[in-house]
């Protein structure tokens, strides 16, 4: 039997809202119609939608609105029947079942009942080709970002060996600082930063472990700019660094290098993957380089596509990626190298200036 057509969908996810809506609230959803989009959030959040989301979309006020279902019920079913839904899409993969099971309740109407389908991952496949207003943003977060690098980067180079050296927790707050400082709105995520044999944990939490003179040190940060995250990682070697030390970093720069050359539009995030992973199984330390190569980037930190062996759909032109192979060595050090890049039909577009 062909499956009936969907006539609306319930929009929960926060990233998809905001990408849809501009709507930047902890508190609401979108129902898409065919002919009319809606947000309902309530009256903590009614001026910012009112300031700030795109114009067409009406807001319906609900007070309270996930804890309220008696009052959603009113507005809820004069929109569905008013637009005729009988089937809805919602997005498995981020409506809990409390939340689901209310709108179950209140679906059902003097339509009769209303059919759920999931539309997962449809909003975050749209997502992946970004705009230029978006490629905009996501630079204007990382040279920010690279802004907060250079002086950290400075702080490790003189601080190093010092008597008056400092903690990993230190410079992980310096950043934040720092990243309000040039601009940003937020964080992306917390900053890792790792001293010494500590950088052999990939996202290490950074602690009170304090910077001796031939430390290793990782630096992975990305901050947030009129919502978009910028992303990259950075490995600062001691000032004479131990031949291993070298020969480990020239070989994840390598890897990395030669997947920002190869990568284009239209081959899988697997073979994306392949490039730099294959360079570090063949010098020898595949088994140290276990995370993924990369991961799409924009709203959300992490976002589609992935650069990893079980993600075998295609790159899209236009979509913005990290690029980030790396080599831990338990005990001992790790080195990991990450730019952004914006995928292209011949190849990328590097979107991180920072040296390496
Ligand atoms: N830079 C953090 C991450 O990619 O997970
Ligand atoms: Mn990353």
Same mark, same amino acid.
């Given at each position: ?32 119609? #065919? ?62 079942? $409390? ?159 030669? $997947? ?9 995030? #697997? ?86």
């Amino acid at each position: 039997m062909p499956h009936p057509p969907i006539q609306a969908k319930l929009i929960t996810n926060r990233s998809n809202i905001s990408y849809l809506s501009g709507f930047t609230g902890s508190a609401g959803f979108m129902l898409l119609t #065919k002919n009319k989009d809606y947000l309902f959030t309530d009256s903590r959040y009614i001026e910012r939608a009112k300031n700030t989301i795109k114009k067409g979309i009406e807001i319906i006020d609900v007070t309270r609105v996930w804890r309220n279902p008696e009052e959603l019920k009113k507005s809820w079913q004069k929109i569905l029947k008013k637009h005729r839904v009988k089937v809805l899409g919602v997005e498995e993969d981020d409506l809990t079942v $409390a939340k689901f099971k209310k709108f179950k309740k209140i679906s059902k109407s003097k339509n009769g009942k209303i059919k759920f389908t999931d539309i997962s991952g449809e909003i975050e496949t749209k997502r992946e080709t970004k705009t230029e207003k978006e490629i905009q943003l996501i630079k204007r977060s990382q040279r920010i970002n690279e802004k907060v690098f250079v002086e950290i980067k400075k702080i490790v180079q003189v601080l190093r060996g010092r008597s008056s050296t400092i903690s990993e927790m230190d410079l992980a707050w310096k950043i934040k600082e720092l990243a309000h400082k040039y601009g940003a709105d937020d964080i992306a995520f917390d900053p890792i930063v790792a001293f010494g044999k500590n950088s052999a944990i990939p996202h290490h939490q950074p602690g009170k472990t304090r910077l001796k003179k031939q430390d290793v040190t990782l630096i992975d940060i990305g901050v947030k700019y009129k919502g978009y995250c910028s992303d990259m990682t950075r490995t600062i070697l001691p000032r004479k660094p131990s031949p291993q030390q070298k020969e480990i970093y020239n070989i994840v720069l390598t890897a990395q290098k030669e $997947a920002i050359k190869k990568i284009r539009a239209g081959i899988t995030g #697997k073979k994306a993957d392949s490039y730099s992973r294959s360079i570090i199984e063949k010098a020898g330390y595949g088994d140290y380089y276990e995370h993924a190569g990369g991961h799409g980037i924009g709203i959300d930190i992490h976002e589609s596509p992935s650069l990893s062996e079980n993600y075998t759909k295609k790159l899209k032109k236009n979509s913005v990626i990290t690029i980030e192979p790396g080599i831990y060595i338990p005990g001992k050090f790790g080195v990991r190298i990450e730019d952004m890049v914006i995928v292209t039909e011949k190849g990328t577009t590097n979107l991180t200036k920072t040296s390496k």
